[in-house]
């Protein structure tokens, strides 16, 4: 699941900062752990940020996160029809969180839930949007 896309320009402790403050304002609970890759940056905004939470940095165990963003990094390198960074956050942000509604957790279904809850997600999202359907 993504939790959030941020562009930034910069990546030192004063961006990762940003990042956190913005990941913990939607969050109801306090998370017990944070797994980050390398970047030295994220070990110091934690530290200021989330002094009590265990951070583990790692490139194995953040592969879901980096994963996630696959997409994201492709758009980002190519900058494919993003005229600013801004555009690019004003897209990013709609998208994740349309896109976790899309892709269910396959791994954790069956195939006929999975095309259950596919169903569910086009049948909510037709709704929502008042979408009829060509015939």
């Known amino acids: ?3 959030d896309i941020l562009v930034q320009e910069r990546r030192n402790a004063t961006a990762a ?3 956190f403050r913005r990941l ?5 609970y306090k998370p017990r752990r944070i797994v980050t890759d ?3 940056s994220y070990g110091a905004a934690q530290r200021e940020v989330l002094p009590d939470v265990r951070h583990w940095t790692s ?3 953040n592969n ?3 994963n996630s963003h696959r997409p994201t990094r492709r758009r980002e390198r190519q900058m494919q ?5 801004g555009q690019a ?4 942000s709609a998208h994740a969180m349309i896109y976790g509604h899309f892709r269910p957790r396959r791994h954790l279904m069956t195939a006929d839930q999975y095309r259950r809850s596919r169903g569910k997600a086009f049948r909510i999202w037709r709704q929502e949007t008042c979408a009829q359907i060509a015939a």
């Open 59 to 61: 490139r194995y165990l």
């Open 38 to 40: 390398g970047l030295r």
């Open 24 to 28: 913990l304002v939607g969050l109801k």
């Open 89 to 92: 956050q004003r897209f990013l």
């Open 1 to 3: 699941m993504v939790l």
């Open 81 to 85: 029809r993003f005229k600013s960074p």
């Open 17 to 19: 900062k940003r990042f």
């Open 64 to 66: 879901h996160a980096e």
